[in-house]
């Protein structure tokens, strides 16, 4: 294969690498108003979740954003509280990823993820700027909001096809720094390319 052709498919792949970054940053839904039928959703958010809008439970505004309340069920605590797999209620299975610090009120009291079971309620929220989770320790009129990525949970088919190496990765979250990471190697092979491509030409 040619130099200019390996360099064409790196600069092809680092576009894309691109495009999924300025997807992952982009909005999770526009609102007019405090009900759900008054939210119109991100085509991002409609494709990794298609009944999130009937999960939707109500709306809040504060500070001038709006965040739309979901409701679900814990299924699985995965990694001592670090991948938790959660059931929207008439909605869609996701995963959370969150921070071991995070605080989460069950029943009136404040949980840690590690020490949630199966069956627990949760109450969270998606803030219109980012598909991600939102928490609050507290009334969430006031209380500070605590961000957790948030990802779709794979089928019961995916994960019983996959390898145990596969497993070990399952589920992808939705941070964004796998992606510049890629994009970082991918840039430096280009790099490399580029190289090789300068001194095939000065010894020609």
Do not use: H, N
């Amino acid at each position: 294969m040619k130099i200019g052709t390996i360099t064409t498919m790196f600069v092809g792949t680092v576009a894309l690498t691109a495009s999924a970054l300025v997807s992952a940053q982009q909005g999770a839904f526009t609102a007019t108003g405090l009900s759900c039928d008054q939210v119109t959703w991100s085509a991002e958010a409609l494709r990794a979740y298609p009944r999130i809008a009937s999960a939707c439970r109500d709306v809040l505004e504060r500070d001038g954003t709006y965040f739309v309340r979901f409701e679900g069920e814990v299924q699985q605590v995965a990694d001592r509280g670090q991948q938790i797999t959660i059931d929207f209620v008439d909605g869609d299975r996701l995963t959370l990823t969150p921070p071991e610090d995070l605080s989460i009120v069950i029943d009136g009291r404040q949980t840690a993820p590690r020490d949630l079971r199966r069956g627990d309620q949760l109450r969270f929220y998606i803030p219109q700027d980012q598909l991600a989770a939102t928490f609050f320790a507290g009334q969430p009129e006031t209380a500070p909001a605590q961000i957790v990525p948030i990802a779709p949970a794979p089928d019961e088919e995916q994960v019983a096809a996959a390898t145990p190496a596969e497993r070990a990765v399952l589920p992808r979250t939705a941070s964004t720094l796998p992606l510049f990471g890629a994009a970082g190697l991918i840039l430096v092979a280009l790099g490399a390319a580029l190289t090789l491509r300068r001194r095939a030409r000065a010894s020609a």
